[in-house]
């Protein structure tokens, strides 16, 4: 059934002029530029040309337009010379707002959920990621519906003015919507379950859950192929992986891990969406530990760090004591000397810190030490006696633990085995 509101993605047509909007309302520690680079990079991610940027001062926000009138009127006038089909504002803009730049300005205008949202719908490569957008979308389309509405009856000064004209269609379109998510979250319960199925099989795989996590655009991906030896998704795609992308890798001290790439997470991440995606990032919230991957090179990387740690409890990873992090200070290469100096000082002084770059490979194998070495922090040593036919259990032990000798006396085979004991409990459960 189509319910008429869905994405109509030939709105953003590839190669759609753009001009990117910074309104700034001052208090924000974040770089500008590298705020407008951010955002021109996720337009252009989904294929949008922005041929210019602009940054306005507001004292105050105007409920009306965000802008002051003057600014308005300048950026109509550069709309028109511009040629641009779309506005972009790195902000999150109220219904009334956006259909009055609209207005004014003579063409779309996009506000920060908004472009998150199109970039989500392009880049969600699973039935899951699919259903989780468009559920995001319509919630985000519902709420500007009902308020569009109650603005457009006070415009016509029509409170107590039920049954008037538009009021049947809104509410018809309101109970599609509502028809529509319902059955949105059907299905998605559905694909939940079935999910929470093939990870349980999963769990009970001996192997350790690595999970990347980093602000958009820090690496994570550059790092996957680095470390999985594989070259898909070289592009320079904002969110290039919006669906986790799973893969074993060899990591000392283990027999091997599983590596999850995870989706780049943006600061003023909408909490439709932090909910809508929660899903997704539950490799996240399972896995063992975080490398946290951070762009070290970039301006805001501090405001960046704590976007992602913020997002990270939104969707409820434990503490950095039971879920360990370690962070990959990636992007050294593009460091001057003397900013390059004093980073690897101090990641050398850290134990939870390795300066990287994932494009050279310089520092990737100290990362991968330090990695399992913190997997197998909390390892101990075992004496272990089995009956010599066991192969299994040998196999098993093998697989989880480090064997670190091994002997046998008359039908007994002995080992001496490091692993964790959560593993050492399994093991002796699966005896009895
Ligand atoms: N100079 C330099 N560039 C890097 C390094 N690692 C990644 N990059 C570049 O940074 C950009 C983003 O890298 P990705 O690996 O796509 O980043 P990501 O974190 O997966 O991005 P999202 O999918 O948006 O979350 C690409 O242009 C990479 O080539 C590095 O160590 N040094």
């Avoid at 319910?3 to 974040?30: C, K, M, N, W």
């Avoid at 319902?182 to 319960?189: F, K, M, N, T």
């Avoid at 101090?346 to 330090?370: C, F, N, P, Q, Y």
Wanted: charged share 30%; hydrophobic share 40%; net charge negative.
């Amino acid at each position: 059934m189509s319910t008429g509101f869905e994405r109509d993605r030939s709105e953003f047509a590839r190669g759609a002029r753009a001009i990117i909007v910074l309104p700034d309302l001052g208090g924000s520690s974040r770089d500008a530029d590298a705020r407008l680079d951010e955002t021109a990079g996720l337009a252009e991610a989904i294929g949008i040309s922005v041929i210019e940027r602009h940054h306005f001062r507001v004292r105050q926000a105007k409920p009306a337009t965000m802008l002051g009138s003057g600014q308005v009127d300048a950026l109509a006038e550069a709309v028109r010379e511009g040629e641009a089909e779309l506005v972009i504002f790195d902000a999150a803009l109220t219904p009334v707002q956006q259909r009055n730049l609209e207005t004014a300005l003579e063409c779309k205008v996009l506000d920060r959920t908004g472009l998150i949202l199109e970039i989500f719908g392009e880049r969600a490569a699973t039935a899951e990621g699919r259903l989780q957008v468009e559920l995001a979308h319509l919630d985000y389309q519902a709420g500007r519906l009902v308020r569009s509405w109650t603005h457009l009856e006070r415009q016509r000064g029509g409170f107590g003015f039920l049954g008037g004209p538009g009021e049947t269609q809104i509410e018809a379109d309101r109970r599609m919507i509502r028809d529509r998510m319902a059955r949105l979250r059907r299905e998605l319960d559905q694909v939940a379950k079935t999910r929470t199925l093939h990870r349980e099989r999963r769990q009970r795989a001996p192997w350790p859950v690595i999970a990347l996590v980093g602000y958009t655009n820090a690496g994570k991906s550059t790092l996957f192929n680095r470390l999985t030896g594989s070259d898909v998704m070289a592009e320079n795609l904002l969110f290039a992986t919006l669906d986790p992308t799973l893969r074993q890798v060899p990591m000392p001290g283990t027999d091997k891990a599983i590596l999850s790439d995870t989706v780049g997470f943006v600061s003023d991440l909408p909490t439709q969406l932090v909910a809508a995606f929660k899903a997704t990032l539950e490799e996240v919230v399972s896995a063992d530990l975080l490398i946290h991957v951070r762009d070290i090179a970039h301006p805001d990387t501090d405001a960046q760090r704590a976007d992602v740690e913020t997002v990270l409890e939104e969707i409820g990873v434990a503490s950095p004591e039971i879920t360990p992090r370690v962070e990959a200070w990636n992007k050294v290469d593009l460091l001057d000397e003397e900013r390059r100096a004093a980073v690897l000082e101090e990641a050398a002084r850290r134990d939870d810190v390795v300066a990287i770059s994932a494009m050279s490979g310089e520092g990737v194998d100290a990362l991968t030490e330090t990695v399992g070495a913190k997997l197998t922090a909390g390892h101990r040593r075992y004496h272990i006696a089995l009956p010599t036919a066991d192969g299994a259990g040998a196999a098993w032990l093998h697989a989880n633990g480090e064997v670190l000798d091994q002997w046998i006396e008359g039908e007994t085979a002995n080992y001496d085995v490091r692993m964790a004991p959560r593993d050492y409990e399994r093991f002796i459960r699966r005896d009895a």
